[in-house]
């Protein structure tokens, strides 16, 4: 590795990666350990847009017709779609509004217009 990696200092290289993308940022803390360090906090602090939540199929109408295609995901970010995210205990439901940095809360209804408050990752309703 270039000596240059070695002794740039941290707050140099935190705004360099303050200049890039999200994804760009991940990739250059892939590098060598000290830059991962480095990138991990300045992603953590770095504000985040939302990610788009929306049926794989956007015909489908009930939890029927879900099927077993999953959600799609919306990154405006880096303006790419992920495909086929199966999380189960959203199935079904409309979700109307995701709370940001709230450690996955997603305000969900179901067909019985039922709201819920429903936490994508620990699946705690």
């Keep these: 590795m270039d000596k240059w990696s070695e002794g740039l200092p941290e707050d140099v290289f935190d705004h360099i990666l303050n200049l890039c993308s999200l994804r760009d940022s991940i990739r250059v803390g892939l590098v060598r350990k000290s830059w991962h360090r480095v990138s991990k906090l300045n992603i953590s602090k770095r504000p985040q847009l939302p990610w788009l939540m929306m049926p794989s199929n956007p015909n489908c ?3 029927e017709e879900e099927g077993e295609e999953g959600r799609c995901l919306y990154s405006l970010s880096d303006d790419t779609i992920y ?3 199966k999380i189960p205990h959203v199935r079904g439901k409309k979700c109307c509004a ?7 809360w ?3 209804i179901d067909e019985n217009l039922e709201n819920k408050l429903t936490n994508t990752i620990s699946t705690n309703d």
Excluded: H, P
């Design 83 to 85: 495909y086929g995210i």
């Design 98 to 104: 995701s709370f940001s940095n709230s450690g996955g």
């Design 106 to 108: 997603l305000m969900t």
């Design 61 to 63: 109408r009930s939890a």
